[in-house]
């Protein structure tokens, strides 16, 4: 099944994470998946400092946290993810 589409952007053929070549230092990439969902999660280095990537294959989606919003992210409540869960991308 095709991701919805983002208004305004247009989407490059994307690789399913399976066919992610895997990393053998600490800067990844990692591949998460179950039948739901796949990502891969890698360390990029940026001008700004070190980033964490996470990248949708399926809904050709990417976003860059630094530390402060990775630790943010680890005090919240799993409420939180319920409420993300919900929301529709793009909407």
């Known amino acids: 099944m095709e991701p919805p589409a ?3 952007a247009s989407r ?3 690789p399913s994470a399976a066919e992610v070549p895997q990393g053998t ?3 990844g990439p990692i591949v998460v998946a179950n039948e739901f969902a796949d990502v891969v999660v890698r360390k990029a280095h940026t ?3 070190v980033r964490l990537e ?4 399926r809904r050709g989606t990417v976003i ?3 530390a402060v919003a990775l630790d943010c992210l680890s005090y919240q ?3 939180l993810i319920t409420e993300l869960l ?3 991308p793009g909407a």
Request: proline share 20%; charged share 30%.
């Open 64 to 66: 860059h946290l630094d």
């Open 54 to 57: 996470i990248w949708s294959p």
């Open 77 to 79: 409540e799993p409420e």
């Open 6 to 8: 983002t208004p305004g």
């Open 25 to 27: 230092d600490n800067d």
């Open 12 to 14: 490059p053929p994307t």
């Open 86 to 88: 919900a929301r529709t």
């Open 47 to 49: 001008r700004n400092g």
